[in-house]
C-alpha cells in the first residue's frame, strides 16, 4: 500500500509538473507575440492602448480623481464606441514615440505640433486642439523679466524636454535671430517638471506648450513669466504610426462626431483656455 500511494504521489507530481511546463510555454508564446510596455504587454485583442501625456491639462491624477482634456475626450470616445482602451500615464515624449514605433502603443496623446516634417513620420488625427510655445522665465524684483523679446536669447541656454519638438523651434528661432541659442535636453523629466525648475532657479529658462504654462503659472503668480510667444499658434492632434490608417480614420471619425454633438466644446470649456 505504502509503494503504491508512491507511485501515485510521483505521477500526480509529474502531471503537475507537465502542466506548469505547458503554462509557461503558453505564456512565453504569448509574450513573444505581444510588444512589451514597461513590465506589462500590449493588451491584444480590440483594447487599444493609449500612451498619455502628464499635464494639468491634458491628463492628470489627483487623489480619486482622473481628469484632462485628452483623457475625457478619449474616454468618451471608448464609451461610444465600445472600444476598451488602456490608458498609459507617459512624462518623456521621446520615450512615447519609440514605444510608439515598436508597436506598444497604438496612440500617442501628447503635445507634438502637426508639422510637414512630423508628418513624414507619423500620422496625425483632426486637430483636437491648439497651442503654442512658450517662454518660461522667472520674474526680477520690480516685476521685470530679463527676456523682453525674442532677440534677447542670443547666446544663452533654453532648455526643451529631450525628444519634444521644442528643440527644433527654438534651433529654427535661433537662425531667424542669426545668433546661437543653445538648447539643452532634459531626458528625466516632463514639462510640468520643467516648469519647476525655473521656479526653483534650478535652470533660467524653458520653452514648454501654452496650455501647461499658463496653467503652472497660475499657481505661482507674480513669480514666473510665461508670456513670450517662442512660436506661432500650432494645431496638436494625436500620433499613429504611418501604417495604421483605418485607426485614423477611426478616431477622426470620433473626433468629428464629438464637436458636432457639442460634447467637444463641453470638456474644452472645462479644461483649456480660450485663445
Keep these: 500500500m505504502k509503494h503504491g500511494k508512491m507511485w501515485l504521489y510521483i505521477v500526480l507530481l ?24 514597461g513590465n506589462n504587454h500590449h493588451s491584444g485583442g480590440d483594447t487599444l492602448d493609449i500612451a498619455i501625456e502628464y499635464s494639468p491639462t491634458f ?26 482602451m488602456k490608458f498609459h500615464p507617459i512624462v518623456t515624449l521621446g520615450t512615447a514615440l519609440e514605444a510608439l514605433d515598436k508597436g506598444y502603443y497604438d496612440l500617442v ?25 512658450v517662454l518660461v522665465q522667472r520674474v526680477l ?14 547666446d544663452d541656454t533654453v532648455w526643451v524636454v529631450a525628444g519634444s519638438p521644442m528643440a527644433d ?41 501654452e496650455d501647461i504654462a499658463q496653467s503652472m503659472a497660475a499657481r505661482y503668480r507674480g513669480k514666473v513669466d510665461v508670456s513670450k510667444a517662442i512660436s506661432f499658434t500650432q494645431f496638436q ?26 460634447d467637444y466644446a463641453r470638456i474644452q470649456a472645462k479644461y483649456i483656455t480660450a485663445k
Excluded at 495604421?244 to 477611426?250: I, K, P, S, V, Y
Design 169 to 209: 523651434r527654438v534651433a529654427g528661432l535661433s537662425r531667424e535671430i542669426g545668433d546661437t541659442i543653445v538648447v539643452a535636453s532634459d531626458k528625466q523629466y516632463g514639462p510640468e517638471q520643467l516648469f519647476l525648475k525655473v521656479v526653483t532657479g534650478e535652470v533660467r529658462y524653458a520653452v514648454v506648450n
Design 109 to 133: 496623446a501628447a503635445q507634438y505640433p502637426v508639422t510637414s516634417e512630423n508628418k513624414a513620420h507619423y500620422l496625425f488625427t483632426k486637430p483636437v486642439s491648439l497651442d503654442k510655445q
Design 14 to 37: 509529474a502531471i503537475a509538473i507537465a502542466c506548469m511546463a505547458a503554462l509557461r510555454h503558453c505564456s512565453t508564446t504569448r509574450q513573444a507575440q505581444l510588444p512589451i510596455i
Design 59 to 84: 491628463y492628470y491624477h489627483y487623489a480619486d480623481t482622473t481628469g484632462g482634456f485628452n483623457y475625457d475626450l478619449l474616454r468618451l470616445i471608448a464609451a461610444r464606441s465600445k472600444r476598451p
Design 141 to 154: 524684483p520690480g516685476g521685470k523679466v530679463t527676456i523682453k523679446s525674442q532677440l534677447d536669447l542670443a
Design 237 to 262: 492632434s494625436w500620433i499613429l504610426r504611418k501604417n495604421e490608417g483605418e485607426l485614423c480614420t477611426f478616431f477622426n471619425k470620433w473626433i468629428a462626431a464629438l464637436k458636432a454633438s457639442g
